[in-house]
Each structure stands twice: as C-alpha cells, then as structure tokens.
C-alpha cells in the first residue's frame, strides 16, 4: 500500500513566518507534487519534482519553494508566510516513467491557516 | 492551460439510485483519470483510462472516455451514503506527461 504522509494535518502561522511543509512517501516513487486546493479554485500545482534535486515550477509557484534532497521526502516552503497562502496544501507522488502518466497518491493534507 | 471540466458542479441523489458525472476537455489527451475525495481529506485515485480505451469498470464504477468529443463520464451504480465525496477528473498536461491538470470538480451528495 502506497502511503504518502504530510508532517501536520493543521498548523497556524503568523504573517512572515518561514513554514517548512514535509512529505514522505515509502514506494519509491520518481514524481512528488505539492498542490493548494482553494474552495472555487480547485487543485492548483505549486511545485513539481521528478528526481532528487530536480524541481519545476507549476502553476502558482510565487511565494513558495521546494526542497527535495531525498527521493522520499519533498518540503515546500514558504519563505515569508502571508494571509492569502491560508490553504488546504496537498502532496502527491507517483511513478514516473517517460512518455507515460500514472495515478497520484496523495497525502492527507495540511490545513494552513496564517494570521 | 488544458483543464477537464466536470458537470454538474453539485449533484444530490437519494441512496441506491446511479449517479453520473461528466468531463469535458479542450486538447487531445492521452489518459484521463478520476479521483474522489472525501471532505477535508486527501484524494483518492478511482480509474485511469487511456485514449485508446473506451470503456473501463472497476467495482460499482464505469468510466467512458469520447475522445472525439473529448468528453468522459464517471457513473457510479447504487450508490450508498459513503459515496458522498468531490469527484475530479485529471488530464494530462501538454508540457509534461507527468504532471496532470485537475478539473474544479463535482460536489455529489447521496442521501440515505
């Protein structure tokens, strides 16, 4: 069973915090995701990593960045928290095999919420 | 960018009836995938159909796929309370096979 797990489920911040926002996933996947779902808005895709050290932006990356040092883990960090980053922050992985697409596996989400 | 759309956007139906759900896209595709998810919780991937594909069940799920109306369908057949969740479907994007593009979903609501 793949599992993908997110270091909080609800964290509080203030405004101009730096927030580190950990996931693992245990199946050795290439591909990790970090989206934001907003009510409205959908998933939105922050960041993108196909392998260690490699990072693409995706569609809303402004405000954030991401560290993959390990193919398990994948941080996305926010360098000066501000109240429009109050957020449902979702991470995915999945396999990634050239030419192909396959289906994410997602954690349970962190509920960020800055003040 | 590309983007499936589903429709409805809400759908509220009683326990035991079938509910269908629909997506439509803009550009050629070469799979399309369905999740759900639960309130406040993550997704969960259902079906992933491939553009060569025209039909594909699993469970009380069958999803279609019309890729020249660029359309797919979601139904699911007597459903049950627990049913109740946000569907989405995702296409893949037309920069990178490994990234997907989430549709703004449907909100379905199955009542006992």
């Known amino acids: 069973d793949v599992k993908v797990t997110q270091s909080s489920r609800y964290l509080v911040k203030r405004t101009g915090e730096k927030v580190f926002l950990e996931c693992v996933q245990d199946m050795d996947h290439e591909n990790m995701f970090w989206y934001r779902q907003d009510p409205g808005l959908g998933l939105r895709l922050i960041y993108f990593?196909?392998?260690?050290?490699?990072?693409e932006k995706g569609d809303i990356p402004e405000g954030y960045s991401v560290s993959r040092e390990k193919k398990e883990r994948f941080s996305l960090i926010l360098e000066s928290a501000s109240t429009n980053q109050t957020s449902m922050y979702l991470c995915?992985?999945?396999?990634?095999?050239?030419?192909?697409?396959?289906?994410?596996?997602f954690g349970p989400g962190t509920r960020l919420t800055v003040t | 960018s590309q983007q499936g759309e589903e429709d409805p956007q809400a759908l509220s139906i009683q326990e035991g009836e079938n509910a269908t759900m629909n997506c439509s896209y803009k550009?050629?595709?070469?799979?399309l995938q369905w999740y759900r998810q639960n309130s406040g919780r993550g997704l969960v991937h259902l079906i992933l159909i491939r553009s060569n594909e025209r039909e594909k069940h699993s469970g009380r799920l069958r999803v279609t796929l019309d890729t020249s109306k660029k359309s797919s369908s979601l139904l699911i057949t007597a459903s049950r309370a627990a049913d109740t969740a946000s569907y989405f479907c995702a296409t893949d994007s037309e920069t990178s096979y490994d990234k997907v593009i989430f549709g703004p979903g449907t909100s379905l609501s199955v009542i006992p």
């Open positions: 550009t050629s595709i070469n799979n």
């Open positions: 995915a992985s999945s396999l990634g095999v050239t030419g192909l697409s396959y289906e994410q596996y």
């Open positions: 990593s196909y392998d260690v050290k490699m990072k």
